[in-house]
């Protein structure tokens, strides 16, 4: 949530046929949740769906990004803090996967170092042998407002480049394996 960070919240008889919270139950579902706080969880009283990320659902490459994208804002958003960097950057990266313009190792590279900069996880001596193009594009990643964040291209090369760094980096910072980079790592496009 943009206002208490992650939450967990449980919606009670949704699998029911005509429950008016069917809607909300499945991942990449984007919208407004209701919710009321009882003793010790939250229990989801109304939503209103905007965004169901139809795109993303209809293609299996997508999908699988999505759930790491997910997976990932998971392990760096706490609970009742402030997370809406972390929303608009999710939102955004969603939003990004099914664009044919846009290669979704890049989208995937700028989501994970935007996210891990955010979080103060970002060791810049993996990127000082980088070239020129490529030190520019770390540096565009971090400080350009995440609305405008998926919108460049790279060449095959600095692509390349840029993914070895990011590899070196996160070895340096992440202690958790991801059970949907063990599915993506298995696919030889990622």
Do not use: W
Not at 37 to 66: A, M, P, Q
Not at 111 to 128: I, P, V
């Amino acid at each position: 949530t943009r206002e208490h960070g992650k939450l967990h919240a449980f919606a009670k008889g949704a699998r029911r046929q005509n429950s008016p919270l069917i809607s909300g139950i499945r991942p990449f579902c984007f919208g407004t949740f209701t919710l009321y706080e009882g003793r010790s969880s939250y229990t989801v009283k109304h939503l209103s769906i905007t965004n169901y990320f139809e795109e993303v659902t209809s293609d299996l490459d997508c999908v699988y990004l999505g759930y790491y994208f997910l997976e990932f804002a998971d392990y760096y958003s706490r609970e009742n803090a402030d997370e809406c960097s972390t929303l608009k950057l999710l939102y955004q990266a969603l939003r990004a996967l099914p664009k044919k313009s846009l290669d979704n190792r890049l989208v995937r590279l700028v989501y994970e170092l935007r996210m891990m900069a955010m979080n103060g996880d970002l060791d810049f001596s993996c990127f000082k042998r980088l070239g020129d193009t490529a030190r520019y594009t770390v540096g565009f990643v971090i400080e350009t407002p995440v609305e405008k964040l998926f919108t460049f291209a790279v060449s095959e090369p600095v692509l390349k480049e840029l993914l070895a760094a990011q590899a070196e980096n996160k070895k340096r910072y992440l202690t958790k394996t991801f059970k949907s980079e063990e599915i993506l790592n298995g696919i030889s496009s990622f």
